[in-house]
């Protein structure tokens, strides 16, 4: 039977709450908000907060800023993260209010896996677009699909060139759903 991946993403509602960008000890947004979801692992000194832009109903998992930066409430983190420990890293984020109840999520690896023509509309950047150091790199991703052959055993990464997809194993999927985290949404891929 051949493996099953799911993009997770926040389930956005009216009356969730909005994280703003991670800001470092300083209270200064970090120089770059989007290190979170680059598929790699993360250096960060001192301890990061997250602030909340918009009041509302909390979820257990969210994304946070312009960066998107994945934020997980501990216990929904500790599963993902027993599943899948050579894939992710957990930076602890404190969030007022709730503090040591949360973490950010990033996903280790980054794997070019995005299926051009089963994907329902992919664009390059080109030169003519006007930002060079983007050229070959996805512009538009609309109904991504991916070929599973090339996920090798990894069960949560990002997409090469379309690194806001974050993509997790059937079996993540279904963990999560069975305890029920708020604010997650999965979508076949």
Same mark, same amino acid.
């Given at each position: 039977?051949?493996?099953?991946? &799911?993009? +997770?993403? =926040?389930?956005?509602?009216?009356?969730?709450?909005? *994280?703003?960008?991670?800001?470092?000890? @300083?209270?200064?947004?970090?120089?770059?908000?989007?290190? &979170?979801?680059?598929?790699?692992?993360?250096?960060?000194?001192?301890? +990061?907060?997250?602030?909340?832009?918009?009041?509302?109903?909390?979820?257990? &998992?969210?994304?946070?800023?312009?960066?998107?930066?994945?934020?997980?409430?501990?216990?929904?983190?500790? +599963?993902?993260?027993?599943?899948?420990?050579?894939?992710? @890293? *957990? +930076?602890?984020?404190?969030? $007022?209010?709730?503090?040591? @109840?949360?973490?950010?999520?990033?996903?280790?690896?980054?794997?070019?896996?995005?299926?051009?023509?089963?994907?329902?509309?992919?664009?390059?950047? $080109?030169?003519?677009?006007? @930002?060079? =150091?983007?050229?070959?790199?996805?512009?538009?991703?609309?109904?991504?699909?991916?070929?599973?052959?090339?996920?090798?055993?990894?069960?949560?990464?990002?997409?090469?060139?379309?690194?806001?997809?974050?993509?997790?194993?059937?079996?993540?999927?279904?963990?999560?759903?069975?305890?029920?985290?708020?604010?997650? $949404? &999965?979508?076949?891929?």
């Amino acid at each position: 039977m051949p493996k099953r991946y &799911f993009r +997770l993403k =926040e389930y956005m509602k009216a009356g969730n709450w909005d *994280l703003g960008d991670p800001l470092d000890e @300083q209270g200064q947004e970090v120089e770059n908000p989007y290190i &979170f979801t680059a598929g790699q692992p993360v250096r960060v000194t001192g301890h +990061l907060t997250v602030p909340i832009d918009g009041r509302g109903r909390r979820l257990e &998992f969210c994304t946070a800023g312009i960066g998107a930066a994945p934020v997980v409430h501990v216990r929904v983190a500790a +599963l993902i993260a027993e599943l899948a420990p050579d894939d992710v @890293q *957990l +930076l602890p984020v404190d969030i $007022k209010g709730y503090p040591d @109840q949360y973490v950010i999520l990033v996903a280790t690896k980054r794997i070019r896996c995005i299926d051009d023509n089963a994907s329902e509309e992919v664009r390059y950047w $080109k030169p003519e677009h006007g @930002q060079p =150091e983007r050229v070959g790199d996805y512009k538009v991703v609309a109904g991504l699909r991916i070929d599973p052959s090339k996920v090798g055993d990894a069960k949560v990464f990002r997409t090469w060139g379309w690194d806001i997809a974050l993509i997790v194993s059937e079996d993540i999927k279904k963990a999560v759903e069975r305890v029920k985290a708020t604010g997650a $949404k &999965f979508v076949d891929v």
